[in-house]
Nanobody
Framework: EVQLEESGGGLVQPGGSLRLSCAASGSSGFSLDDYAIGWFRQAPGKEREGVSCISSGDGNTYYANSVKGRFTIFRDNSKNTVYLQMNSLKPEDTAVYYC???????????????WGQGTQVTVSS
């Protein structure tokens, strides 16, 4: 079983940057590299949507069209952490951001588990 904890959110002006962290832990023998990790977000009154994900092993990355070219996902398996670097932030990026673990990468949330409490990102002037 994987447990995930998100951090790094905050208030930032439009055009600014934030780096979110998704720290993973598990039972004895746990290895983050065994899992694909996805970042999702949920704005008030909206459904949770996939933002980006990274596969296990070869580390292939996937992005929603709305963030492509602005967000970068990467992992540091030695720290059991996956990061989401967010640049050129827009007000519409405002949401609670969550990470989840899955056996395969997907921008749909159904394969994922181990959700944390989320971290709030607010983009506003």
């Amino acid at each position: 079983e994987v447990q995930l904890e998100e951090s790094g959110g905050g208030l930032v002006q439009p055009g600014g940057s934030l780096r979110l962290s998704c720290a993973a832990s598990g039972s004895s023998g746990f290895s983050l590299d065994d899992y694909a990790i996805g970042w999702f977000r949920q704005a008030p009154g909206k459904e949770r949507e996939g933002v980006s994900c990274i596969s296990s092993g070869d580390g292939n990355t996937y992005y929603a069209n709305s963030v492509k070219g602005r967000f970068t996902i990467f992992r540091d398996n030695s720290k059991n952490t996956v990061y989401l670097q967010m640049n050129s932030l827009k007000p519409e990026d405002t949401a609670v951001y969550y990470c989840g673990a899955s056996l395969y990468p997907s921008l749909g949330d159904s394969p994922y588990d181990g959700w944390g409490q989320g971290t709030q990102v607010t983009v506003s002037s």
